[in-house]
C-alpha cells in the first residue's frame, strides 16, 4: 500500500468519523473542580469504540480519586504493536472544561452540531478532535493490514484541564514513559496545521506588594507613598530586565523574553489619600536560556535598591512559576517524522515554534523524551461555541496514519 491509498482509506470514512465523533461528544467529561462528574462514562464509551474499529490492545488505567461519583479517573492506553522496538506515543486528553456562559451558545454544548464544515460543541476541538483522529489513524492502518514502523500508543488522559495529577503525572509516576520514547501532544497547534512547537518560555507570575506610610495627601512629606513607590519600582524592573534578558530567537512570537506590569489592585476608594499600601503584579516570559532563578535575583535586587531610596517595603511572592522545560531539538526524530507526515497529506511547510505558554509536553522534555505540541485548529478552545473543522479532523486523521505507518507505506 502507498500513502496515497492510505490517506484515501481515511477519506472514505469521513462520514463516518464525524458520526462517531458527535456520539463521542454527547458524553460529558467535566472534571470535578469544575463541578463535573469527570471521564469515566466518556472512557467507557471510547474503549467500546476502539474495540469496535478493531483496535484489541486496550488497558485502562485509573487514578483514585474521591470527589467524582466513580472514585476513579480513568486513563486509556492502546497500543499496536511495530516492526522496531522504538515507541511514539499520542497524548491527547479526555476531560473538557465547562461549557461557561450558556445563553451565550448557539448550539446546545452537548449535543454536538454540523454546521457549515464544522462540527460545534464543548471539546470539540480541545481535546477532541485529535483524540478522535489519532485514534481514527491507528484503526485505518490496522484494518489496511499495515504493521507501524514504531510501536506505537495512543494515551487518552484525566484531568488535563485541571493539573493532570490524575492524568500525565499519574502515568509518568506509574513508569509508562522512557527515555527515548517519542511524544506528540496534540493540544495547541496552527489553523493550517504547519506550527510544530519545540521549546516553551518560562513563566513567572508575581505578586508585589508595597508597603509605605499613609497619610493625607495635602500632606505628603508626612507619610510615603506606595503608589509613586510601586510605579518606580514598576519601571526600573521591567527596563532592567529587558536590558539584560535581551537574546532573540526567532522560533517564538515575539522571539524575546517579556517582562510585564499586569494586573494593579485597588489601594482604596478615596482621591484625597496618599496610600501606604499598592498591590500589583508581573507576567513575565522568559527564553529557556535563562534561569528564572537569576530573573528574580535581579528582581530582587531592583526591589531593594527602590524601597531603600523611599524608606518603603517590598515584598514579593510567586502566584505561579514554570521553569522553562528543556527543548526538543530541530533535528529530533519525531520532528522529522511529523513534518514528513503533514508535508505528504497538505500542501504547507511545516516548522518548528516556540510558545510563551506552558504545555503538557513540558513534563515529558523534563523526563528526557523529545516531544512536540501539534494540531490542526482554529484555536477556540474553552471558547462558548467551540468547533472543530471537518476538513482538519479527517486530515490530521489522515497525518496520525502516515506517521503511524512510518516507513510501512511507500512514499513515491
Ligand atoms: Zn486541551
Known sequence: MDATELMDAVGSQRDKLVEDFCSLLRVKAVGPESGGEGEHDRARHIVALASRLGLTDIEVLESSDPNVPSGKRPNIIIRVKGRTAKRLWVVSHMDTVPEGDLSAWTTPPYEPTVKDGRIYGRGSEDNGQELMASLCGL????RSGLVPELDIGLVMVADEEHGNVHGIDFLMSKGLFKKGDLVVVPDHGSLDGSELEVVEKGIAWIDVEVTGKQTHASTPHKGVNALEVAAKFMLAAVSKLRAKYAIRDDLFDPPYSTFEPTRCESNGPNVNTVPGRQRFAFDFRVLPDHSLDEVMADLRAVADETARAADAQITM???Q???????????SDVVRRLSEAISLTRDVVAKPTGI???TCAAPFRRAGIDAVVWASVASVAHDVNEYCIIDNLVGDTKVYA???AGDGVRRA
Open 139 to 142: 484503526a485505518t492502518l490496522v
Open 317 to 319: 511572592s510567586f502566584l
Open 321 to 331: 512559576r514554570a521553569d522553562a522545560a528543556p527543548r526538543t531539538p530541530l533535528d
Open 356 to 358: 510563551g505558554g506552558g
Open 402 to 404: 502516515l506517521l503511524f
